[in-house]
């Protein structure tokens, strides 16, 4: 598997990305997919071996709570209001700094600190900063525990 493209989060007015891809609620009326034809003309790394979901979100959070506000790829939101991830609860992986060291699989890429973001029901509940400087880490096991889809699993946020 490849490293793969991140999804996009604004926070406090400035986007960043997340090394992480929170579920999309594949049947709300406002996600809708796209043909081949346009997802390809608007997003051609939705085509790559770095992007597996085949698009990429924009999200953020506001006031207490996590919004989708865009996509790109094989799916788009209609619309133009912010919509409220209310279906999505798990923490999200917000890498801050330098990168420490490249993993070539899913978000397992190290970098200085992470905020993590506990989410219910799409509203904020906690928050943490992880510093990972100075820490060791094994390449090989940090490839095989991110792969899209796991990564919203990190130890200590059930403590959160």
Avoid at 43 to 61: H, K, L, M
Avoid at 119 to 126: F, R, S, T
């Amino acid at each position: 598997m490849t490293a793969q493209i991140p999804e996009r989060l604004i926070i406090d007015g400035k986007e960043t990305a997340m090394a992480f891809c929170p579920s999309l609620p594949y049947s709300h009326p406002w996600i809708v997919e796209v043909d081949e034809a346009e997802a390809a003309r608007d997003a051609p790394f939705a085509f790559s071996t770095a992007c597996w979901r085949g698009y990429v979100g924009t999200w953020e959070i506001k006031e207490g709570r996590f919004f989708l506000v865009g996509l790109r790829g094989k799916y788009r939101l209609l619309g133009t209001e912010p919509l409220l991830a209310d279906w999505f609860t798990g923490v999200l992986r917000i890498p801050k700094g330098k990168m420490l060291h490249y993993v070539h699989m899913g978000f397992g890429s190290v970098y200085e600190q992470e905020l993590h973001i506990k989410i219910e029901d799409g509203m904020i509940v906690a928050s943490r900063v992880i510093d990972n400087r100075g820490k060791r880490f094994n390449v090989q096991e940090l490839a095989l525990k991110n792969p899209p889809g796991w990564e919203n699993r990190f130890p200590g946020d059930d403590e959160l």
